[in-house]
């Protein structure tokens, strides 16, 4: 399975951004699809899922200014972040997972990573 993200950048504070992932090669359709961001010096984090469900958790930092959306089954989310600040600077990270029920095993994929930075 690969994960392929895109959109990141530089953009100034106070500006959006729109991150893109596109997954491909998966013979199971995702149980979930997601962002995770880690900054420099930082443990990777949550930034925003949904699920195949349309049920979606986000991190405290960016509810009301970041928009998660994508069309599971397609195996596709998207990542609108406006309002963007200087400590969203991170590399951001594409999730997938399967949930493999006659195995009660779960398989997490990761995309390659794709930088953005906010300037202040």
């Known amino acids: 399975v690969q994960l392929q993200a895109s959109g990141g950048g530089l953009v100034q504070a106070g500006g959006s951004l729109s991150l893109s992932c596109v997954a491909s090669?998966?013979?199971?359709?995702?149980?979930?699809m997601g962002w995770y961001r880690q900054a420099p010096g930082k443990q990777r984090e949550l930034v925003a899922s949904?699920?195949?469900?349309?049920?979606?958790n986000w991190a405290d930092s960016v509810k009301g200014r970041f928009t998660i959306s994508g069309d599971i089954a397609k195996d596709t989310v998207f990542l609108q972040m406006n309002s963007l600040k200087p400590e969203d600077t991170a590399v951001y990270y594409c999730?997938?997972?399967?949930?493999?029920?006659?195995?009660?095993?779960?398989?997490?994929?990761w995309g390659q990573g794709t930088l953005v930075t906010v300037s202040s």
């Open positions: 090669g998966s013979i199971f359709s995702f149980d979930l």
């Open positions: 949904i699920t195949s469900g349309g049920v979606t």
């Open positions: 999730l997938a997972e399967v949930h493999v029920i006659v195995t009660n095993t779960t398989y997490y994929y």
